[in-house]
Every structure is written in C-alpha cells, then in structure tokens.
C-alpha cells in the first residue's frame, strides 16, 4: 500500500475540485465532488505507477500559513 498527498483548491469558475500530487508529474484531476475527485486521482496514480520508470521531482514537506499585517 503507498500513500500520497494530494493538494486540493475549488475552481471559482467551474465550481471544480481540482487535485495534484506534488512532484508526481501529471498527477493531476478534477471532479465535481471531492469523493469524485479522490477516485479520479487514485486511477491517475494507477495509470502512472504503472510505468516502471516513475521518477518523483519533489518531496511534499508540508503546508504553511503566511500572515501579512
């Protein structure tokens, strides 16, 4: 079993959930819910990880609040 995370922002305009893998190139999805989204991106990565060749550009560290005043 691996896991992965996913970063997932709402399209204003298409009302959207879109999700990536970060440093998983064209890990990437959408879907009208966030389950539909989930289940987008777990065949994505199925199809990815598929080839033999996967190679991961960056490691996800975390998220970070920056506060202006």
């Keep these: ?13 298409t009302n959207l959930y879109v999700g990536y893998i970060p440093g998983f190139p064209g890990a990437h999805s959408q879907g009208k819910t966030i389950d539909e989204l989930q289940e987008n991106l777990r065949e994505v ?3 990815l990880l598929e ?12 998220t970070q609040q920056i506060v202006l005043q």
């Design 1 to 13: 079993m691996k896991t992965f995370t996913a970063i997932i922002e709402r399209d204003i305009e």
């Design 45 to 47: 990565l199925e199809m």
């Design 51 to 62: 080839d033999e060749n996967v190679s991961f550009t960056t490691q996800f560290v975390g």
